[in-house]
């Protein structure tokens, strides 16, 4: 038995700007055809923008952060939310300038998904909240 609450590994810095955890908690090697991660973002923490082909899942568990689809507005996300990511949708998820946020990330179909990471949010792109 495994934990989501334990904040994991150091995120990979090709992928994410600032602290970020990741704490694989199902592998689809361990026979389920999903890929679920909690993430743990610090203030200013995110991925960079990127797509997943089955779409994505993320379920907040605590703190304030922001998601954000090419071409639309950032949206502000919070403890409760359930976003419902489509398909092959160019994308970034992470925590807001003032509080951490954490969520259960799930891919589903995963062995018909390629996550392709794309390039970093930039800070103009980031702040274009305010």
């Known amino acids: 038995m495994t934990s ?3 904040k994991g590994v150091a995120a990979p810095t ?3 700007t600032g602290t970020v955890w990741v704490n694989i908690n199902v592998k689809p090697d361990e026979g389920y055809n999903i890929n679920m991660a ?3 973002f610090e ?3 995110r991925t960079n923008w990127h797509t997943h082909v089955s779409g994505q899942i993320l379920f ?3 703190g304030t952060g922001y998601y954000q689809e090419k071409g639309k507005p950032i949206e502000v996300i919070q403890k409760g939310d ?3 990511i489509p398909k ?3 994308h970034w ?3 807001s300038h003032e509080s951490l946020m954490r969520h259960i990330a799930l891919v589903p179909d995963y062995d018909k998904d390629k996550t392709e990471w794309l390039q970093p949010v930039s800070d103009d792109e980031y702040n274009s909240i305010f």
Do not use: C
């Open 82 to 84: 359930v976003v419902k």
């Open 93 to 95: 998820h992470g925590a």
């Open 43 to 45: 203030p200013k923490g």
């Open 60 to 62: 907040v568990i605590e």
């Open 14 to 16: 090709a992928y994410f």
């Open 88 to 90: 092959s949708v160019e």
């Open 4 to 6: 989501f609450i334990d």
């Open 38 to 40: 909690t993430v743990t």
